[in-house]
Each structure stands twice: as structure tokens, then as C-alpha cells.
């Protein structure tokens, strides 16, 4: 993925709608090209212990806007991919929303999630692990924008072990599959031929069938009774359309 906004929160208190911070790192064709963090009034005032964590207390909120109030003035970076580094960012992001009445509805990734899956030998995979593991700048943890900076890197570190992994697989192969998938998507249909068409080959290669495996699994499971209705070939056009993204 190129293009994705990295975010991270810090709450004042327990509740997960008491966000006294946010930071943010934009990244455009897999490159920092934004930055910023703000300080929010919170939800439910401060909390002794949550401020030790991060240093923010009353005296730096009191006169800042709750993140209803901040909400126009970010709401653009909404509307790309989310990355952060725990579920715990898209709870407070959708308690926000619920709390504000804002309506969002966004794209999320868990990086740390990514980091288990792609390093499975580390040690553990927090964020200060990460930074270490690849050699990145030390940043000041909970702080909200360095930790989003810190996220971004990690995150786009994460993506080249995928290309490593691909190396055994021949570019033909992927050019190959990039083709169909794209003649597949070229009348925004998928049919029943077509679905079969696209089984097969990725039965035919199997380290893109692996690669791929939701979209194998996801396929092979809608063609076991031999029918396809307009529902189901909407689910894999849904999947082509995500596998396209990630191929380019």
C-alpha cells in the first residue's frame, strides 16, 4: 500500500473517548510527505495516572477544541487508509465518532498484527521494538505524532518483507495474474466463467494461491456448488479489486 495516513491517539483517561491527542503522518507513493499533531479537550477531564504516561494534563487542553470541534479541520485524512499500531486507535477513533455524531467510516489496518504475521521470531512486536529492529531514529514514545511517524516507517518496512517473500514467485507469474485480473474487472462483472477461469490459475500457482489465499479460499468457496449469483460475484470482484491494489 502507498498511500495511507498513519495515526495515533493518547487518552486522558480510561474512557475511550477521551482523546487528548492525536498525530498523524500522511504518506503519499510510500513517502512522509505530511505530519502534525493537536491537542484535544477530552471527553471526561484528565486522570492522574494517564497523564504520568504521557505528560498531557489540563493546563495543556483547557483551551483546546474538543475533537468534534477539531473534526473539520483533519477530516480529510479520513478518507485515506488508516495504519496504527494496536486496535486500540480504532476504538477511540469509533467512540469519537459515535460521541460526536461524526458518521465516519473508515479503512483500518493494525500494524502490530502486520508485525506478527511478517515477523513471527521478534521477540515482541511494539512499536519501540520495531523502530530498534530496523534500525530506524529513537522517537519520544506517547507522543501522538512521533509515535504516528514511527508507525508510518514501521509500516512501510513491514510491506518490503512482502517483496522479499515475492522474489521466488517470476514477475511473469505476477504480470500474468495482474492480466486477468484486470480482464476479469474490465466490465466491472465477474461471471461464472470467469470465476472458474481465475480458480484454476490460481490452483495452477500455487505461491500466488498462497499469497493470495483469501482470494483462493474466498473463490473456491462461492464455485463449490457450481453457481454463481449476482451477491457472490460481488464478493470476488470486492477481493480482485483489493488484490489489484496491493499488486500495484
Known sequence: MKDFIAIDFETANPQRVSACAIGYAKISHCKIVETNGHLIKPVGGHASFQSKIHGIKDEHTFDKPYFGELFSEIRDIFNYPLVAHSLFDKQVLSALSDHFNLGLNFDYIDSSAVAKEKLPNLKNCKLQTLVKHFGL?????????????????????????????????????????????????????VNYKEAYELLYWLEDHLEIGKRYKNLYLKTREILEDKHLDSIEATEIKLFLGKTLRELE
Open 137 to 189: 531514529p529513537k522517537f519520544k514514545h506517547h507522543d501522538a505524532k512521533e509515535d504516528a511517524i514511527a508507525c508510518a516507517k514501521v509500516f512501510l518496512l513491514l510491506q518490503d518483507q512482502d517483496q522479499e517473500k515475492t522474489l521466488s514467485i517470476s514477475c511473469d507469474e505476477y504480470s500474468e495474474f495482474k492480466s486477468i485480473i484486470k480482464s476479469i474487472l474490465a466490465d466491472e462483472h
